[in-house]
């Protein structure tokens, strides 16, 4: 395998992952251009699967694409993907846009207080910084249907908590670092709890059980308690997904 | 009445497995799945199943059940496991031998070996798939048995109420350890230094008793990174090797999570992944790189492995098991006359 030069990295570049994986790497860093890439190569392989590929996995700059290596061969692999890549169209991703209610009430956000004071804002400007922003999902992980979902405006970039939770509720709305995150199930969890959204974002009965996928923009939309208890449980779909809300 | 197993003592951590839930890595859904996929099909084939049916999969303390409603043929799989039957029946039934039970006769499976081991029955058990699979996946509470290991007083329900199939036997395979676990570098072994890429290769490692179903933690010399060990997420394929700041490997195994962001500094070969499945706590591994021609030549062999297994299971017939067979049917009859007065 050609080693890229360090002074001038070529994209992509292909690393070896076992005997069934190659992870193809699309970019140096975590941003949307690079991110777009890997989605984009995603969903052009699921339309169009290679000889032998199984599934791919996008993450922030790279894709795993796994396969079954009786099949094909990671030189034959990396020539179709190479000329895939150089064939891959650099306009904006089609994405779907969600708007997520989300609750910000002190009962739901046990750490609301402490980012505001670490950040230096008063609560209600955390949630108005925090809501304000469009996040794009970079890639899902950690636990089914959990979105990475940057980027958290500078100003409230915290690192994670140094006493990680063993229990963090499903629906609970969180940022750490650049990211904000959505728990889909109870889980451990190290990350700053802001709020949480009535709505499921994974449900193992629906045809496409998570609610987000990677490529797709969110925004925050914060609702009052009493909203939240009348949500409560109900899927995302259409009466969550809006296109320009006048927000 | 539809056959069931009823859990009399739930053992520990079994839960139903078959060959995993793939598809759904894009959306943060790991495979999961058997452990040891290879005991996995044997005992399916055995049962009279295809080789992807879900069973029960167990580890170092069995479960024991009764048998409730009608019959069922069942296959045990796994090495030093057996079936014991419960009083007031009596007999053991042997791994790799598949059995007919009645309604009423209770038995516990015991395990010797340190693998996982697989508890066939045929026709399946009555489990809607989740994803495509019956894979327990319990950190997220679905998949198998509402999502969780067995616990004391669960019914699984069988799909079939009475066996078509006799018995089937196979001659005990004998899986030796492996004397390496084989992997392949990479997709990050830059990020460690020359030492530690020496350690890691040459060294051997202690698997923990902190072990599970998601991976395998290593004790022993510490493989010492050469640059930052906080990398950008990347995908985690089953076998990835990640080393955390600790410089302790973790082998990332079924239940792995999809994504994750410390070095991985090798790949075990698929080839290896059932044997290594098989491995317990306090047990001792060395590592071997090879290329990847070595590791498709290993899963070849595997492959050809597992059909020659395949082909060597036979219909069983024993006179002195028929005869046994015909007394606890009796005694059968008896223990529900008893157990009803």
Partial sequence: ?247 | MKTALAVTAPGLNATIQDLGRPGYQSVGVTVGGALDPIMLRLANWLAGNGAGEGALEMRFSGPAFEVRGGSAHLALAGEGADIEMLPPYEGRHPAYRSFALQAGQRFRVVLKGGGPCYLAVEGGFEISAVLGSVSTLAACGFGGFHGRALLMGDVLPLRRSAPANGSFALRAPNFAQPEFIRVILGPQQGHFTADGLNTFLGESFTISHLSDRMGLRLEGPLVRHAKSFDLISDGNPHGAIQVPGSGKPIILMADRGTTGGYPKIATVISADLAPLGRLPPGEKLRFKAVTHEEAVAALRAQDALLASLKAAIAPYRDAKEELARALMEENIISGVADASA
């Avoid at chain 1, 070896?16 to 975590?30: F, I, N, Q, R």
């Avoid at chain 1, 609750?103 to 809501?131: F, K, N, R, T």
């Avoid at chain 1, 980027?151 to 499903?170: M, N, Q």
């Fill in chain 1, 1 to 247: 395998m050609l080693e890229p030069a360090a002074s001038a990295p070529i994209w992509p570049r292909f690393l070896p992952c076992g005997d069934t994986a190659l992870s193809v790497e699309l970019g140096e860093e975590v941003n949307r251009a690079v991110s777009a890439k890997v989605v984009r190569l995603h969903r052009l392989l699921r339309q169009q699967p290679l000889d032998g590929v199984v599934e791919t996995l996008p993450t922030f700059r790279s894709l795993l694409v796994q396969f079954d290596p009786r099949r094909t061969e990671p030189a034959i692999l990396q020539d179709a993907l190479t000329a895939i890549i150089a064939g891959m169209a650099d306009a904006p991703l089609p994405s779907r846009r969600w708007t997520i209610p989300v609750c910000y009430a002190p009962e739901l956000a046990p750490d609301i207080a402490e980012v505001a004071g670490l950040c230096g804002m008063s609560q209600a400007q955390v949630v108005e910084c925090q809501s304000s922003a469009v996040y794009y999902v970079y890639m899902l992980g950690f636990l089914p249907g959990y979105g990475y979902m940057g980027d958290v405006p500078e100003a409230l970039r915290l690192p994670r908590r140094r006493d990680p939770r063993t229990r963090v509720p499903a629906g609970s709305l969180a940022i750490a670092t650049a990211f904000a995150c959505i728990y889909t199930f109870d889980s451990p969890g190290g990350w700053h709890i802001l709020g949480r959204t009535p709505l499921t974002f994974f449900d193992v009965g629906a045809p496409e059980p998570a609610l987000l996928s990677p490529g797709d923009e969110v925004r925050f939309e914060p609702i009052p308690l009493e909203q939240f208890e009348a949500l409560r449980g109900v899927r995302g779909g259409p009466q969550s997904r809006h296109n320009g809300t006048g927000r």
